[in-house]
């Protein structure tokens, strides 16, 4: 049964902004059977590729990011997939740490690139606890 997974990861202070992992895992998923919704896709459908950037840009440079746009566009995105599909590194962002907690929240799918226990043991204590309220 094919899934429609939203992907999840660093991007900002990271080469590339990340893309060739996201890149990556939505061949991998859409080789699977998925449909797969990418921000680094929706990124370049909107008009921006970072592989267009200079050789010596600043990748730890977010100045040009616009988190008014990029967060509810995102968000909704998200909301309109079956699940989250976490690339590995994604703890270290804010920003999929809070996709990952709204997928949670709104009874998501969750699969991870590589799967730590203790966030799979996370999702399952958030899950319990979400049932009991």
Do not use: Q
């Given at each position: 049964?094919?899934?429609?997974?939203?992907?999840?990861g660093s991007m900002r202070g990271l080469k590339l902004?990340?893309?060739?992992?996201?890149?990556?895992?939505?061949?991998?998923?859409k080789a699977e059977g998925h449909e797969v919704v990418s921000p680094a896709d929706i990124d370049r459908a909107h008009g921006f590729d970072p592989s267009e950037l200079p050789d010596?840009?600043?990748?730890?440079?977010?100045?040009?990011?616009?988190?008014?746009h990029i967060i509810p566009r995102d968000l909704n995105?998200?909301?309109e997939c079956d699940g989250i599909f976490?690339?590995?590194?994604?703890?270290?962002?804010?920003?999929?740490?809070a996709e990952w907690a709204v997928a949670l929240w709104a009874g998501k799918?969750?699969?991870?690139?590589?799967?730590?226990?203790?966030?799979?043991?996370?999702?399952?204590?958030?899950?319990?606890?979400?049932r009991s309220m």
């Open positions: 049964m094919s899934t429609r997974w939203y992907i999840a902004f990340n893309f060739p992992a996201f890149d990556a895992a939505r061949d991998r998923l010596d840009y600043d990748w730890s440079d977010d100045s040009n990011v616009d988190m008014d995105a998200i909301l976490m690339l590995d590194g994604w703890m270290n962002s804010v920003g999929a740490f799918k969750i699969r991870y690139e590589s799967r730590p226990w203790v966030f799979s043991a996370m999702t399952m204590i958030a899950r319990k606890i979400e």
